[in-house]
């Protein structure tokens, strides 16, 4: 079945986060109607599969308190198998989270203390920066390199120094990386998995963009590189960013060692509301149906066509911007300071001047990496084309600098 990602929706008035909430002191100008380009929420409509899951569900009229299904974990199972080619994994090895980032926290107050310092890498994603920040743990950063075809690396002597140097216990892995867009390849997840061992570090493994790889490319599950690994990751996924699902909240864990397993879900259990919601359960299994893994496919070719697009837009007409392309996920990360530089505008500004004319991207500084935009480009090739060439004509323009 073809499925649709052209349809434009109007979102707008439905409480949608994305599209009715610009988080930054400006506002489109008359006559520019807002392009959502920030938060990773997709554009499209939710993939049929789910929906019909969903509705199926429905036609039970009672929703009362519910327990995971069977078919709930046998999903997961199944798909992670099918995409991931893990073995294995075996129900018991599987939680409920509350979201990733509520999973990341649990993980964080089960195996550290306030005050004690963990390691990610930069940029960052800004999730971590408020959740660890607001637990009262302190992140240190290991920037990311840029090698000579602008593709990001780890540091790992980097990662060593500051593990070494902080007593760190505890690093965060995001896998594929946001907000870059990089997949890692086996050999690198490898070489970290070696710097975390030989430091007697736990890793939590974000998983979370897992799903949305682009061709080519490969995701590699970090508890597979090898045992030690298996036994020393707490990894996270969720269907939310692939199926656009984050109203309907809802995450898993996959933990191999079973003194970690114990440890997090105890944690996890102290709010006394880590449960999934029945909607939510029943959203996951049409999700990870044939049906929901065929639409996936198609989202992902997508995405790619509108990469290729944005790319070359701004190779041809964004002088000053770089921008490695992306091999996983739906964002796109801008580094913008040659053209700042060049033309004596602040990241802020650039930012302004696209919002001014409808487009709501997000100041990559959030990030914790200096002049940089994110964007969501999980939208419409139409209205991609459209957002680019405003971007061209109001935003990355000289005369706008006067």
Not at 63 to 84: H, K, M
Not at 123 to 133: A, E, K, L, S, V
Request: hydrophobic share 40%; charged share 25%; with cysteine.
């Amino acid at each position: 079945m073809q499925y649709d990602f052209e349809t434009v929706l109007d979102r707008s008035g439905t409480n949608s986060v994305a599209a009715d909430i610009i988080p930054w002191n400006e506002q489109p100008e008359e006559g520019f109607d807002p392009i959502p380009m920030w938060i990773a929420d997709m554009a499209y409509p939710v993939a049929p599969p789910v929906l019909d899951a969903i509705r199926r569900r429905l036609d039970l009229p009672t929703l009362g308190y519910y327990s995971l299904s069977d078919e709930y974990f046998d999903s997961i199972l199944s798909w992670q198998r099918r995409r991931n080619g893990v073995e294995g994994l075996e129900r018991e090895h599987i939680g409920y989270e509350n979201g990733v980032l509520g999973g990341v926290a649990s993980a964080v107050q089960a195996f550290t203390a306030p005050g004690e310092k963990i390691l990610v890498h930069s940029p960052t994603y800004i999730g971590f920066t408020h959740t660890i920040g607001t637990l009262g743990r302190v992140l240190v950063h290991s920037p990311l390199v840029r090698d000579e075809k602008g593709v990001w690396r780890m540091d790992y002597a980097d990662m060593d120094a500051k593990i070494r140097e902080h007593g760190i216990h505890l690093a965060i892995f995001c896998s594929p990386h946001n907000p870059s867009g990089r997949v890692w390849e086996r050999e690198e997840i490898e070489r970290a998995m070696a710097v975390f061992r030989d430091n007697g570090c736990l890793v939590i493994s974000d998983e979370i963009w897992s799903d949305i790889i682009m061709p080519g490319y490969r995701h590699i599950p970090t508890q597979s590189v090898n045992a030690d690994a298996r036994e020393r990751t707490l990894a996270f996924y969720a269907p939310s960013k692939t199926f656009s699902l984050a109203g309907l909240v809802g995450s898993y864990h996959v933990v191999f060692n079973k003194y970690l397993r114990e440890r997090l879900e105890r944690q996890s259990e102290q709010s006394h509301y880590n449960s999934c919601s029945v909607l939510s359960m029943h959203a996951l299994i049409g999700a990870y149906s044939p049906e929901g893994e065929d639409w996936a496919d198609q989202m992902i070719r997508a995405i790619e066509g509108n990469f290729d697009y944005a790319c070359g837009f701004i190779a041809e007409n964004f002088p000053g911007v770089r921008v490695m392309r992306p091999q996983g996920t739906y964002m796109l990360f801008l580094d913008c300071h040659d053209f700042c530089a060049a033309h004596g505008v602040s990241i802020g500004e650039l930012q302004r001047r696209g919002v001014r004319a409808g487009v709501i991207w997000q100041n990559g500084e959030h990030f914790v990496w200096p002049e940089t935009i994110r964007m969501n480009l999980a939208l419409p090739l139409s209205r991609l084309r459209e957002a680019m060439e405003r971007l061209k004509k109001y935003a990355f323009t000289v005369s706008a600098d006067a």
